[in-house]
């Protein structure tokens, strides 16, 4: 049974009437973002949300009714197709909810980074979170599971 949060419109499929995340993503590798996005999924599908996954290219946007935009950083530049994306579906970023998440090595001043995305979006996200990536080695990085999770029940509750 899935969860139809307050105050979006849920998508009906079949008998039942659901709420549909997007999660979109664009990054150069498999490795961080990657792994967040999983993260993402899991923590939105036990809290009762659909999901749909993907890169800009892949995802039905009809299908959603919010959306999770991540970007990984590289040289200082969030990805050119997650840009794209929000230049190409402006109309509905500006109607449905809409949250953004950078996955990069910056942990001071992320926001130098996240400007990128949300100067492009039609209205501010309703929240925006970094995620500390890394370069070869893992470190700590399974701590941003929990950082993943929390943001997810934030998402949740602002939407209910
Ligand atoms: C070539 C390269 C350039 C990077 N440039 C930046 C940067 O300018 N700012 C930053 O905060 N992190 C930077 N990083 C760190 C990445 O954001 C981090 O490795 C992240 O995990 C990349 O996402 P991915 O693991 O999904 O590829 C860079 C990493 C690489 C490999």
């Known amino acids: 049974m899935k969860r139809q949060i307050g105050r979006i419109t849920p998508t009906r499929n ?9 999660i979109v993503y664009s990054t150069k590798r498999k490795k961080a973002t990657v792994q967040v996005v999983e993260w993402l999924k899991a923590a939105f ?13 892949e995802i039905n946007t009809q299908d959603c009714d919010l959306f999770v935009l991540g ?3 590289y040289a200082g530049a969030v990805q050119e197709p997650i ?3 929000i230049d190409q579906n402006q109309d509905l970023l500006r109607e449905k909810p809409v949250a953004t998440f950078i996955v990069c090595k910056e942990v001071e001043t992320p926001e130098c980074h996240m400007n990128l995305v949300i100067e492009k ?5 309703m ?13 700590d990085f399974e701590k941003q599971q929990s950082k993943a999770n929390t943001w997810v029940k934030d998402i949740i509750s602002r939407l209910s």
């Open 14 to 22: 079949g008998a039942s009437i659901m709420t549909t995340v997007g």
């Open 127 to 139: 929240t925006w979170i970094n995620f500390e990536g890394y370069l070869l080695r893992k470190g």
């Open 45 to 57: 599908e036990s809290n009762g949300l659909e999901v749909e996954v993907g890169k800009p290219e």
């Open 71 to 73: 970007t990984s950083v």
């Open 83 to 85: 840009l794209a994306f």
């Open 121 to 125: 979006l039609p209205k501010e996200p």
